[in-house]
Every structure is written in C-alpha cells, then in structure tokens.
C-alpha cells in the first residue's frame, strides 16, 4: 500500500492562506497569491518561449482562481489548485493561438524574431539550450518533468494535476530524464572540437 507523503508546510500556509482569502480576508488573498507567484509563473514560462506571455497567462491565472476563490474547499493543497488553473490557462492560449491567422510584413521574419532575443542576460544562453531540450521531450514527459523538477511539486500532486496515476508521473519524469541525457549526449558527440591554442 502507498502512503502519501505528508504535505509540505509550505502547502500547509498556501492552503490556508486560500481558505481565508476564500472567506473574504482581502490580506490572506494578497498573500496567498504572493506565496504561489513564482510557481504559477515558472510553469506558464516552461510552456511559452515569450515572457511577455507568461507574465499574461500568470495574471489570467490569478484572475481566474480570484473569480473561483470561493469553490476552493481545500480538499487538495491550494499549490495544486492554482497550477490546475495555470495548466488551462495555457491550454486555452495554446488554443487561442492555433485559431488565430499568422502574419508577416517581412520576408526574414525568422531572422527579425532572432534579432529581438535578449541575447546579454546571464544565462541566457543555458535557458534557451534547456528550453530546446524541454522542448524536444513529447508533451506528457515535458508536463510531468516540468511540474516535479522545475516547479517542485510532490509526484502524487502533479498526478492530481494530470490526472493520471503517480506511476505514470514518476515513469514520465524518469523517460523525460533519460531523453535530455541521451540528447545531451548526442549534442556533445555533435560538437567540433577546438583545437588547442
């Protein structure tokens, strides 16, 4: 029989900072929603290359779980909750984006959009190589290791999330894991070597 681990104390303080904001404590909401800030945000940035849409989607987040603050019953822990609303936020971007037409005034418009990169912050480079790597991976390993390495949720919340069993969670991180080794690899196999000089 599988036990679940005891909840994070940090997902102990979000839950009831959710349950008082649900009873209407307007400082337990700007807390709450503060405490969960970063997380909401690293999962959206993991699912879009543009920051200025990240920063939308984790806005929208927040006004939608503002506007259903109070169906929160604190059956799971408000970190859950909150990414559950993150996740269709996304998809609803995703969705949204797909049915809008593409346009161009530029022929090069893959060069212009290379040109607009930040290119001077620090480790900008080893975020773009880890989001080409993430974005290699099939969507349901990429989800599950994002969720579990990147945000930081328990395997058995993640799966609460996805709606799939904590084996399937723990199996799709390990194949996840095993796929940016194998790309890794393949990628330094590629690399030319320097000559000394």
Excluded: K, N
């Excluded at 036990?3 to 400082?27: F, I, K, N, Q």
């Excluded at 709450?32 to 990240?54: G, Q, S």
């Excluded at 393949?186 to 690399?191: G, K, L, V």
Aim: aromatic share 6%.
């Amino acid at each position: 029989m599988i036990t679940p681990a005891p909840p994070c104390p940090r997902d102990e303080s979000a839950t009831a900072l959710a349950l008082a904001a649900r009873g209407g404590d307007p400082r337990a909401t700007d807390l709450f929603f503060r405490a969960l800030h970063r997380d909401v945000l690293r999962y959206v940035a993991r699912w879009c290359a543009d920051p200025h849409l990240a920063d939308d989607l984790a806005q929208e987040t927040f006004l939608r779980a503002l506007g259903s603050l109070h169906r929160f019953e604190g059956r799971s822990s408000a970190r859950t909750w909150i990414l559950s609303i993150a996740r269709r936020s996304v998809v609803d971007s995703f969705r949204r984006a797909a049915a809008r037409p593409r346009l161009s005034a530029t022929d090069d418009w893959q060069g212009a959009v290379e040109r607009a990169q930040p290119r001077c912050t620090p480790g900008f480079d080893e975020g773009v190589a880890l989001s080409a790597l993430l974005d290699a991976l099939p969507d349901e390993r990429r989800e599950a290791f994002v969720l579990t390495q990147l945000v930081g949720l328990p395997y058995a919340e993640a799966a609460a999330l996805i709606s799939c069993p904590v084996g399937t969670v723990r199996s799709r991180v390990s194949r996840a894991r095993l796929d940016l080794i194998s790309q890794l690899a393949d990628s330094e196999r590629e690399m030319p070597a320097t000559a000394p000089v």
